[in-house]
Every structure is written in C-alpha cells, then in structure tokens.
C-alpha cells in the first residue's frame, strides 16, 4: 500500500480478448482479514495443542463412534497405551465390563445435549493388564471443522482413594461382626454380667445377672447397683 503496510491478495488470472489482441485479465481480491483470521486460528490451535500435550492429568479426544482420535503424555504414563495402539483400542474398551454400561448411558446425555459435563468413577484397563480406579469428566469440544463433534475425557488415578475406601469398609464390616460376637458372648456368659454409664447406672445386662437378682431386664434399667 501507498502507506507501506503490507496487503495480502489473491490474483486470480485468465487470458481474454481485447480490442482484438489477447491479453491477460487479472483480479486482485484483498485476503488480508482472512489471513489474519487464519493465523490466529492457528496460534489457538497451537497453544491449544500445547495445553493437551503438556496437562498434567490424561486426556483424550473421541468422536461418537467411541474411536480414540488423540491422546495426551499423561494419558500414555498412565495407562500404557500409546497413540500407535489407538487404532486397536476405543474409549469404551478401556472401561471395566462391569462398569462400561453405566459409562456408556451417561456418556450419550452429553452427546445428545442433556447435560454439557459429566463426571464417573470407573476401574479403567491398562495395557499391562492392571486394573486402575479413574475419576473422569468428559465434555464436547470442537473438531477441525469448528463443530462440537469430539468428546474430550480428563482422567485422574483415585486407585489409592478406593482401596483406602474398601479397605474402611472392610474394617467397619469387622468390628461390626467382633461387636455382635461380644455383645452374643456377654447375654449367653454364665455368670453376672452388666453395663453401667458414668453415673453408675445400668445399660445393659445379661440373663445370668437377671436371674440371680430376679429382675427383668427392663427393671434393672431404671435401677442403681446401690438400689
């Protein structure tokens, strides 16, 4: 330009007849603002790019066919898999069976625009044949063509969380069997036994107490061992 800021054009070029000579017609379109709109598409797409690859928890994108289009480093640490093994994987097999259908109707509120997030807890398959707990959340995201037609999946190992959990579980189931096992061992004892509170009175006591005081169990309740 007459001002020195650089224009970008596309020429378009054909040969035509003029006042009887051919001569070669050309138009100039001004693409400056496209250029531009196309380079900032491409630094979003980079910097875009760049987060994925670099997040510090697994990621990956797939589209409604469950086909795993990408996957992030993080994704690969943890489970094993490689971009190589996508064409044999999907996202759905990577899910437990026993977990998949559950996954699979949730999944589908996001695809058919029932919800824009959705978050599940699932033991996930790894390459090496472990079995791992993932904490998930999934959304729509655009694909090359700008449409939102890719599901993007951040995943968080939580198998340490779970095992803690089960691990309670299967503490509380015990002392739940240990206190019924004593509670049954106090009624049937052969001998006088009671509970009292900090005042002194009775909570509990057994057939054996009972009989030797001649109470019923709910008279010795309301009683004091000074009674």
């Not at 259908?101 to 509120?109: A, F, L, P, Y």
Request: include cysteine.
């Amino acid at each position: 330009r007459k001002d020195g800021s650089i224009v970008w054009m596309e020429l378009l070029s054909s040969i035509i007849e003029w006042n009887g000579r051919r001569a070669i017609q050309v138009v100039s379109i001004d693409i400056t603002a496209r250029k531009a709109a196309s380079a900032l598409l491409e630094a979003r797409e980079l910097k875009y790019r760049q987060m994925f690859e670099n997040a510090p928890v697994a990621m990956m994108r797939m589209n409604r066919d469950r086909t795993i289009q990408d996957v992030n480093q993080a994704f690969i640490d943890l489970t094993g898999y490689d971009k190589q093994d996508l064409e044999d994987i999907t996202g759905h097999s990577l899910i437990h069976p026993d977990d998949a259908d559950g996954v699979r109707k949730r999944t589908m509120w996001v695809w058919n625009r029932r919800v824009e997030r959705i978050e599940n807890e699932y033991r996930l398959n790894c390459k090496d044949s472990r079995k791992i707990w993932a904490s998930t959340s999934g959304r729509l995201t655009p694909d090359e063509s700008g449409e939102n037609n890719l599901l993007i999946v951040q995943m968080q190992d939580i198998t340490d969380r779970k095992n803690a959990e089960e691990q309670l579980r299967l503490a509380k189931e015990s002392l739940a069997v240990g206190e019924q096992q004593y509670r049954d061992l106090f009624d049937n004892a052969p001998v006088a036994m009671c509970w009292t509170d900090l005042d002194g009175r009775y909570v509990r006591t057994n057939a054996a107490a009972q009989a030797m005081l001649g109470y019923t169990a709910e008279e010795m309740l309301a009683m004091h061992p000074l009674d």
